[in-house]
């Protein structure tokens, strides 16, 4: 624990130059060995206190674990939360300043999933339509359903949420975006691969990529396809559409040897049916393209999903998460050739401290990028951000902070003005204006 | 008779599922601090696990039948998923851990619970802190090896 005490003895001044230096090496200063640390425990580590907060209960976003955003082109910010059991939304007129009474959508208990990489997902079109999924655990064997729901009346009434799939096996981690036509993207982690080779005999871990579509507001969905039998079961997924609104997905997959490194993979289907369906199922599965060997072998779950956005130029950015023997912490890497190759990993962050969550917004050629520190007081969200597609970087700066939980921050915009959602135990829902796009 | 059985065995495994749930201890800030400073003078493994990873639970049993065989190990089980107290009792006893020393979170196990234990820890599940006597620690990452973790015991 000597970053520990070096934070509780090295005045502010010292702390910001090892952050200076920290940039000025691009990231590379002071790798932590890996796991084993083999280090004494000290008094001063068990003196931090933290805050004491009492549980948090109730359904109201004041006790929410994670709070997802949708803001429209005209500036009604949407809210999706999951608090005490319930999936609830809200929106706001006045960008987070004020918000409706909350509408409860469904309400599972101690049953929804709220893990730390689980999130409710939420798409606006611009008739008001409001399409949701989120995940709740159907069995006492910890079997997971993703539920859907829709409201046609601005989120005033919800239909009553029902299965993405009759009778699956395991749906967890939904994450979904409507491209220009309105056409929903929704991917998760299924386990049906699984569950059908540990039914043979076959032990497997893990589970698969599972992707599909509607055309019609999330009325209906095609019959879903498996784009990926070997992926991590327990990292949600990273969705962005390309110039030619073709959903690419980033997530944890799992390579030969049992190595969980990250992957970026373009679904190319196209619309050749009167109903919208590829010809052959996997027709427009695009190759599994790696970001990075970061050889992370392990049979742990890392509840820690990466982030992706794509710019108009279609440079495909992705920032993660990894313990790997390559390297550990959290990176960021850019492809200009749909996920082939990838530039070198960047790590984010002060490497001393807890770097987690990171995510990405693309406005034009502009790439807006934040993640979480933890100092061991406090959460510190940094920004940075590039105008180039990626190329150069501003220096990364701290644009909020909070003590006790904390959710993990997220980007949206409004055109070209770019926001920080965050929700925090402390200080609740924020929507902070933190610039602008040129 | 098969009705006053029956409700024997029911009243039978109501009172074993509350002794279970009353064993089973509130993890919070704080409490990694208590655990260690209690523990010290002797070897400790402090295993966090949750029902929600599948990893954990393929390796709960495994964790049953260690204790079963080393009963002077002194090993520690920290619960971290925010999830009904009655599913963790449920996981354990299908583990034959129920009667561990088995704590539960009752709230997210955010990021100062996890800063306290070991800075460099993002919340990955399975791990496993290893502390010696004299207070050393190290971080085991994924499922344990078991036979290397008798020997450490017995190395102490």
Known sequence: MKEAILKLTYPASCRILIW???????????????????????????QMMHPQMEVCKGTSLECANAATPFLTSAGQLFLIWTAGGAVSLSHSADLGMTFSTPVEIANHQKKLDVGSDARPQITVDPKGNIFIAYAFFKDSNWNAQINTARSTD????????????QGGASERFPILAADAKGKIHLAWIDKRVVQAANKQGNKKLGGSIAYASSIDGGVSFQAETIVNQESCECCRIGMAL?????????????????????????????????????????DGVGPIQRVAIDHWKTDVCPHHGPAIAIADTGTTHVAWFTQGSARQGVFYANSNNEGK??????????????????????????VWLVWKEFNGEKAIIYLQYSKDDGKTWSIAKPIAEAVGYTDHPLLIN?????FLSWLTRAQGYQLLSIGQAE | MKRYLSMLAATFFML?????????????????????????????????????CAPCMAEMPQWGKFLSQNKQAKVIFVQVDDVPP???????????LQNANNFSVFQPFDDAMRYEVDPQWHGETPITILINKNGQWQRKTGPIQFAALKAWFLKQ
């Not at chain 1, 690419?248 to 289907?269: C, E, K, M």
């Open chain 1, 154 to 165: 601005s989120g005033k009434t919800f239909t009553q949420a029902q299965a993405l799939i």
């Open chain 2, 86 to 96: 009655e599913m963790v009792q449920k996981m354990l006893q299908r583990a034959k």
């Open chain 1, 242 to 282: 390309n110039p030619q609104q073709f959903p690419v997905l980033a997530y944890r997959g799992i390579f030969p040897g049992g190595v969980r490194d990250q992957a970026t993979q373009v679904l190319s289907f196209k619309q050749q049916t009167s109903q919208g369906l590829p010809t052959k199922a996997n």
């Open chain 1, 414 to 418: 409004q055109n070209k003005n770019v």
């Open chain 2, 16 to 52: 074993q599922a509350v002794q279970a749930s009353e064993s089973v201890k509130a993890y919070q800030n704080g409490t990694w601090a208590q655990l260690s400073k209690a523990n010290l003078g002797e070897p400790l493994a402090v295993h966090f696990w949750g029902v929600t």
């Open chain 1, 20 to 46: 200076t230096l920290c940039l000025l090496s691009d990231g590379t200063f002071a790798q932590m060995p890996e796991h084993d640390h083999s280090q004494m425990m000290d008094k001063a580590s068990h």
């Open chain 1, 341 to 366: 190759t990838y530039s070198p990993p960047r790590q984010l962050g002060n490497a001393n401290r807890n770097v987690a969550r990171p995510y990405l917004l693309t406005i034009g050629k502009e």
